[in-house]
């Protein structure tokens, strides 16, 4: 399903091998929380997402943790930067803003952290309005307003 729900918004979008159910599962053990169900279903499907300019649109499963695990406690970045536990970070533009499913409170929609001025805003629905709308304008500042 996630594979040509993508393609027919961009026919050049890359996959990876699919990740494993004990891959993700270790995953969630490693980050204490539940990765969000579409975001599950995604990397079954393909272990990341790679769009225009070979773009991550979608991180495969260790980059997900590494960096969830580093933002959430890193000090450096708890003394520049408001909190990011609420986030789970899933992917980015290229050009350092990430986009994340908010997860305290927990809801489908997704947020881009743009990371020069730490502004977190909305962006998509959900998984699938967010490839849409990333794969579909083919530039890294679709989100921009």
Known sequence: M??????????GVGFREPAQAPELAAA??????????ELRQLLLESNGVIGHTHVATVWPINQ?????????SDQAFAQLYMPF??????GDNGGGDQFAFVQTPERP???VWE?????RRWV??????????ALRDGGDGWYQL
């Open 2 to 11: 996630w594979r040509e729900a993508a393609t027919a918004v961009f026919p």
């Open 28 to 37: 969630e053990k490693q980050l204490r929380r539940t990765l969000p169900a």
């Open 64 to 72: 997900i943790v590494q960096t969830n695990l580093h933002f959430w």
């Open 85 to 90: 536990t609420p986030f789970l970070f899933f």
């Open 109 to 111: 929609d997704i947020f």
């Open 115 to 119: 990371h020069e001025s730490d502004s």
């Open 124 to 133: 998509a629905n959900n998984l699938q309005d967010y490839l849409s709308r």
